[in-house]
């Protein structure tokens, strides 16, 4: 026995031994070969004699079908499998790791194999952003930063933009996140803002919304936390629901290229049609392009009531099935009571307009109604990033397509884990002030995120004060209280204008429709919430919505005219749709909800990006050159109660300390040179008849002739002073110098309270100087009323449609007496028509001396009056 072991373990001692022979030589073997590739490198100037010669004998070796080549799709390998947890985990190494970007200052010394192997991933990234790879976009970002470089500008912000456009918590997370472990990385403001369009025209979450504002914030403001302070327990649910519902797919360039060999898919959480979740089977004889074409037949029931269309019969009549059904249902069988429909998975292309190609789920076929799309151009369908189509406007949604045997894996509450979890690994604070303008003027992009920071959580607020007011009234008490108009017909449909391709903010642009909404009788325009020009969302009636039917939101739009009942004229509304009207719209009925202010929201997002995009003047650099955030400190001192003793201690020790240089810190200022220069665009002689013009003001003081003179010589002045010492009053002598001497044109007053402008429009009116009230008309004070926009525009539409009126009448004269009007002398008039009194109100084909009078008489009938009346028909007159 212990010769057996011994020679056991003899054997063992020399297979070991033999092994780490070969081990050995192979290590050399992979010395020496590495040794001269490097003698070669060094001959050859770089270049790598392997990597060549392999890649010629693959080109040599390539075959080709002797049919057809292979696309690009088919030739592109499938990128390896990620998982969720080993991006995050590679994420967060990379922002620990001390070597990240250390080889970045020697990228314009590299050569060889090296720098090609940058430029190819840098080329990958171009494509995959190219073809919309999003997930593979972030792969190979981590690829580069893990070779101890940055990833360019352009790259990064193609990156932003692009995880934005469709839903995906994860990939808008990790592209963040991306940004945050880059020290370096700047973003733009057009980039920067088309991403916050998309966001918020889409409705997307809360909190993927303040963390994109972050990018914005300066240096010294507090960061955005995910989600408000004061949100409740119920708002904080709606909140995790939106999220979970924007989570997205994070393996969606694999999962596309797999859609092209399943026989079944499996499409889940569309929320705008639940008909559209389900299983659909791929069709053996029918391909669209190339690609599968999968198929759902779903049956419905007929439903007996009355629903929405143009008419009973339609275009073409009842068939036999209908004709039974309307006057034998009782006589109906199972089957005739089912109605069997078939919804198809299938790519379109468009020759005519390129941008409507991708993947549709159509109705019956595949040139059937489009009732959602996704532009992407894979093998196979996307697993996500749809877009639902109601009444030719794209709305996003959640639709998932997965395979059917993870449709039991799914969780809800897992779901919503994964992507609270996802929102917590990006760190707020390390994502603020990445702003960058064409000028790179840090005060310029300070000034601006923090002001679109403000705009955005200011829009974001009514948004919710509208949901939480919807939620919890019930649907009477929001009509009395005039927050809801329900059941109003469409009279009209007119006025489109086609979307524009290229906006300022960068925003989608859908184009806008005019329509005409009929109010109800005896409707009090003074109980309603909404005005004109203010912004309203547009659905379907709840009137006609059938049980188990969910509400049809078409779109936002605003309000251009409120036109009241005038005799048989019945009152309208006017509002301009963005998008389209149905096709039927006339034929059904319509629910008007009050909506947040978005015509002045994006009008303000205009007018700061014309701010650091544009040439500044003098005035718009006086306002960047000034710190920003100081009116947030006194807001949360006044939100606590005021200030307290401790404050008051502070701010009088930091007053002392400051008391001795005052002087010299104002001179040093660049806010104060600035205020001090001359605002020049003025003649230099206006300027000092001006100047000559203020010693005359008897009626001001030496302090407020002081203040007047200061307005007129510097860009900036401000005058304070207690209640009651006449600031009104030096505002309005300023503006009439400004006006009637210097001719400065145009002129703006505004102020924070709507009692101060009415009392500067009265001093200016009472002065003689011609001005305007802009504002809500019942802010505005009664006596101004002349003077308000509103009154203004409508008597310059009166004056319009009269001189239209009797343009019109003189033409019809002219044209029934067959000559010009001659001039008569008016004596001789007055005599002729005291001769003959019974012709007087008569129509003379000769000569017409009645004065036109607007009554129009339709029909057959008999009309009593005495006045000249024009008639489209049969009728008599006395």
Known sequence: RSGGRGSASGRDRSGSRKQKRSRDRDRDRSRDRDRSRDRDREKDGGRDRDRDRDRERSRRGRRRSPSRSRSRDERRDPSPSY????????????????????KDR?????????????????????????????SSCIRTALAILE??????????????????????????CMSLKLVQICPPAQIGMEPFLRGLGVLVQRNAPVQLVRMWLNLGMPQQSRALKELPYDYDEEERNLAAQELEDALGVITDDEEDEKGAERKTIFITGCKARPELNGRYERSEDITAYRRPVYEKIIE?????????????????????????????????????????????????KDANMPGRNGWYISRNTCSGESLSWNARETRGPPAGGWFVIRDRARLPDPIRIVDPGQVANENSSAR???AVRALQMLDANKLRARLVTHDACAAAAEYFGHFCMLMHLEHMEELRQIKRRTGRLPEGELQRLGWTLDGLPCTAVFGRREPKKVTMIGWEDTGSEMGALCMPPNTNFERLKFKRGDSVTISESRQQIRRGEQLEKIGEGFIADLRPSRGREEAQLIIRLRGCWPDDAMSRRWRIDKG???TLYERQLQAMLNLVTKERPRVSELLITAKVGLADSWSKQWRRGGPTEEDKKAAARAAEQAAAMAEKEH????????????????????????LKEVKTLTHLNQSQRDAVRSALRQTCTIIQGPPGTGKTHVSVQIMKMWSKILDLSPLLATSDSNVAVDNIAMGLRAEGVKAVRVGRPDK?????????LECLLEKEKTELQDRKFEARFRSRSRSKSGSPDVKRDGAAAKNEAKKKPDRACSVSPERSVSPPVRTKGKGKGKGKGKGKSEGKGKGKGK
């Open 667 to 690: 001179a040093d200022r660049a806010a104060a040179k600035l205020a001090k220069l001359n605002p020049g665009g003025t003649d230099s002689d206006k300027l000092d008849r001006a």
């Open 596 to 598: 947040a202010n978005s």
């Open 416 to 418: 919503r884990k994964e």
């Open 83 to 102: 998982s969720v947890e080993d991006l995050w985990r590679r994420l967060e190494h990379l922002g620990t790791w001390k070597g990240l970007g250390k």
């Open 147 to 172: 070779r101890g470089y940055w990833v360019k500008k352009e790259h990064l912000e193609q990156m932003l933009s692009q995880s934005v456009q469709r839903p995906g918590v994860h990939q808008i």
């Open 780 to 788: 505005i004070n009664r006596i101004l009323e002349e003077i308000t």
């Open 300 to 348: 419905k029931k007929i439903q007996r009531d009355k629903g929405k269309g143009k008419g009973k019969g339609g275009k073409g009549g009842h068939n036999a099935l209908e004709l039974k059904m309307l006057l034998m249902p009782h006589m109906l069988t199972e089957e005739e009571q089912m109605q069997q429909e078939i919804l198809v998975v299938h790519y379109r």
């Open 106 to 134: 020697q990228r314009p010394d590299l050569s060889g194999a090296e720098k090609s192997d940058l430029r190819a991933l840098e080329r990958k990234l171009e494509k995959r952003l190219t073809a919309g790879y999003r």
